[in-house]
């Protein structure tokens, strides 16, 4: 024989499962709510996605070249970063505003602490913060899909709400006016690109579950709690609150993402709750919109320590 | 009475692909050998000590290493013929281990020195299972007469590990169809002997028919009983086994007896039946031959030392070029670095895989997706060890129980990263072992 045999260590066999494949399902998830965006919004919708794909492979890609490590474009996460960036800023943003979110995600915030799964808040929402802060007009206004109703423009449906609230105690009442549920759900209302059609991120949530990709823990936890908070603050109706502004998005896209949410289905649970709980209380008692953002990057903070706090005991006991 | 137990917490394990595609193959023989190359020492504990030197002339059965100490066992010459060489054989762990080539010459002569054993004491039963050169022989081989010896904790479970949960392997499958009355008898011997009152069968339920055989010539036996397992690598690990079977958890280095049991392989037991009988020492295994690159797969009872190599040509030699060599199953077994390596005493399988049956995948960054962790059946977090053991935590280690680990090979083969995380595993643990050393 002349072939050498390859011997490694077991086991020798292994899931097909592999990190590029994961990215893989997680963009084949995000394509309904990326065709949403193209119908709501227009071409100008995905012209964006496009254009912060390309902003954030290329990122990846100089970085690894400039700083001669391994490339690591392969893996697609940060096609994956490139689509939810642009899925959380309207389809108004100047090109180059999203191209700047691209950098800051996959430079300063992936990058510089060492890569893939060292990031210790999510990249996209980082970004998003960040260019929140930086292009506050640009980011906060929203254009609407044709057929809107009229009498909305400058608010997403939780703004309009909140001003209804504050002013007249019959909102409640009024809210169907504004935004009946049926029009919640298919995404015929103010918002950025990504978070208006629930239907659409429903139906990617669900291709991830059944994919094994993500447990739902996280995302029904998150809702179920600002769900049940909203009741109980009655601040907002509490249907119209999960389906509005960007928690479907968050819940089910942001806050799964494995690096930054805890590995132990307890800490999911924590972690899902923390997030329902900040979300509710900010959207209640602050006046910024970004309740789902910060809850959700505050969290991602506190992931260490829950998993710590929430590892499962060993068999036998801890070993001595 | 069993609340004095732990309970055992199991982890998810993995579903692989069965593969179990020589099920059905019948034992065959294969041509005797021309030489064997047996290792005086197969177990794990303290070496056997050779008795026989070069140009010694043996028969089947004539005892070649003797034991050393309680925790150690003899070994036996698998022909008749002449010992042409003492050599050194290279061991997958890097260490040597002497072993004795033994020319065949086809006569294949028992030794006339057998007779059966005279048992009517637990003692008497003990020392003639040592003389047998009985290891376990499901893989780890740990010497059988240890386990039957009384122990200070008291035992109320025999528990049999049918499971046969690594993919490929059905040796043990064949054992329960081919031998269903020695399997019976040998359990109703150990009861006998050792006391214990009831043995539960632990058997995955990929093999219904094995469950049905069992089932049928057990005939509500009221001590023994058939547990079917849900079919979950790694339900064969002997403390998930010991979990599933009697609700109870072996805590962290303790034994099976800790949790009121004694574990012994189904192939085990059937040749404990057939040793009381005859007092025919350990010579011979029955094992699977399977993988894409060899021409004949199936199930053969083969003496011990038969080489790899002669092995292959004895079944129609490679279909295709052969990839990776293993002793064992694909989930734990040894990659050979050389086809004139022999079978063992612990050898259940012997796969030729091909390329395409290999996995190899670049070791990217953990993602932390946690997969390892639902898949570990100990409930360990390899993600964690991994840190660890990488920025050398010594501390963190033994907090994250390591040393708990079975090394079953779920955490690697979840890794979607590539990560070699069961042998992170065992360097972490040797780590610990090291640093304990030296305080």
Redesign the interface.
């Known amino acids: 024989m002349t072939k050498l045999l390859s011997v490694a260590p077991a086991p020798h066999i292994r899931s097909k499962k592999t990190t590029n494949l994961i990215m893989l399902d997680v963009i084949i998830a995000l394509l309904p709510v990326v065709v949403a965006s193209g119908i709501l919004f227009g071409l100008n919708a995905l012209v964006l996605i496009a254009v912060s794909v390309a902003g954030c492979v290329l990122s990846e890609y100089l970085w690894c070249r400039l700083m001669k490590k391994p490339q690591c474009v392969q893996d697609l996460s940060a096609v994956v970063t490139g689509i939810l960036i642009a899925l959380n800023v309207p389809a108004s943003l100047p090109i180059w505003q999203v191209l700047f979110g691209d950098v800051v995600a996959i430079i300063i915030v992936k990058q510089l602490f060492g890569g893939i799964g060292y990031n210790f808040v999510n990249p996209a929402l980082a970004a998003r913060v960040v260019m929140g802060l930086s292009f506050p007009a640009s980011m906060t206004s929203y254009t609407y899909p044709a057929g809107t109703l009229e009498g909305m423009s400058g608010a997403t449906p939780l703004s309009s709400i909140d001003a209804l609230s504050n002013a007249t105690p019959e909102a409640a009442t009024h809210l169907g006016k504004y935004a009946d549920l049926f029009s919640l759900f298919i995404g015929r209302h103010g918002g950025v690109l990504g978070e208006t059609c629930a239907l659409a991120i429903l139906i990617g949530g669900i291709y991830l579950i059944i994919r094994g990709i993500i447990k739902p823990i996280i995302p029904l936890s998150f809702l179920a709690t600002t769900f049940l908070l909203h009741y109980a603050f009655g601040s907002i109706a509490p249907l119209h609150a999960i389906l509005s502004g960007g928690i479907l998005l968050g819940a089910v896209f942001m806050a799964t993402d494995y690096t930054t949410s805890p590995y132990t289905d307890k800490g999911k649970l924590v972690f899902g709750v923390g997030c329902g709980i900040l979300t509710a209380v900010i959207r209640t008692y602050t006046n910024t919109h970004e309740g789902v953002t910060y809850s959700i990057l505050i969290m991602n903070l506190l992931v260490p320590y829950i998993n710590k706090l929430t590892r499962k005991k060993p068999y036998g006991g801890a070993a001595k | 009475m069993s609340n004095i137990y ?1 309970k ?4 998810g394990g ?1 579903k ?1 692909a069965g593969l179990k595609s020589t099920e059905d193959f019948k034992t065959a023989t294969l041509p005797l050998p021309k030489k064997v190359v047996i290792p005086f020492t197969h177990h794990i504990g303290a070496p056997s000590a050779p008795v026989v030197s070069k140009g010694d002339h043996v028969f089947v059965g004539t005892k070649i290493a003797s034991s050393t100490s309680f925790i150690s066992a003899d070994t036996h010459s698998s022909v008749s013929g002449t010992v042409s060489d003492i050599i050194e054989l290279h061991w997958s762990d890097g260490s040597l281990r002497p072993s004795a080539i033994i020319e065949t010459d086809g006569e294949q002569k028992p030794d006339p020195g057998i007779t059966p054993p005279e048992i009517s004491t637990r003692e008497d039963f003990v020392s003639a299972v040592q003389s047998s050169g009985l290891i376990g022989l499901g893989g780890a081989g740990f010497p059988t007469h240890v386990k039957l010896a009384k122990t200070k904790q008291p035992v109320d479970t025999l528990v049999i590990n049918a499971a046969e949960c690594e ?1 490929y392997i059905t040796s043990d499958y064949r054992t329960i169809m081919e031998e269903t009355d020695e399997v019976i008898e040998g359990i109703e011997t150990v009861l006998r002997y050792t006391g214990v009152k009831k043995a539960v069968i632990g058997i995955e339920n990929n093999k219904p028919k094995a469950i049905e055989l069992l089932n049928k010539k057990l005939n509500g036996s009221p001590e023994i009983r058939v547990v079917p397992l849900k079919t979950i690598y790694p339900q064969g690990a002997e ?2 086994l010991i ?1 599933r079977v009697t609700g109870r ?6 034994l099976p007896a800790d949790a009121g049991t004694i574990v012994l392989n189904v192939t085990t037991v059937s040749f404990l039946s057939k040793f009381v009988k005859t007092g025919f020492p350990l010579v011979e295994k029955r094992i699977t031959v399977d993988g894409s690159a060899i021409a004949k797969p199936g199930n053969y009872l083969l003496p011990l030392g038969y080489c790899i ?1 002669e092995l292959a040509e004895n079944l129609g030699g490679y279909v295709r ?6 002793l064992g199953g ?10 004139d390596f022999p079978i063992l005493k612990t050898t259940n399988a012997v796969l030729y ?1 091909s390329e395409s ?5 670049p070791n ?8 390892c ?1 639902y898949g570990c ?5 390899p ?2 060890i991994d840190t660890a053991y990488e920025n050398g935590e010594i501390d963190e280690l ?2 994250l ?4 680990c079975i ?1 079953c ?1 779920c955490c ?7 990560r ?1 995380l ?2 992170t595993m ?1 360097l972490a643990k040797a780590l610990l072992a090291k640093v304990g050393e030296k305080k």
């Open positions: 732990l055992p917490n199991i982890g993995i692989t993919p403390k998930v979990g958890a072996v805590p962290s280095g303790g190599g070029s052969p990839e990776r060599i293993l694909p989930m734990m077994g040894i990659a050979l670095s050389s086809e895989l049956e290999v996995s190899t995948i990217n960054n953990c993602i932390r997706c946690g997969r962790a059946p100990v409930c360990l977090s993600v964690e033994k907090t129980s390591v040393k708990n090394e090979g690697s083969y979840n890794c979607p990263a590539g070699p069961t042998q065992k």
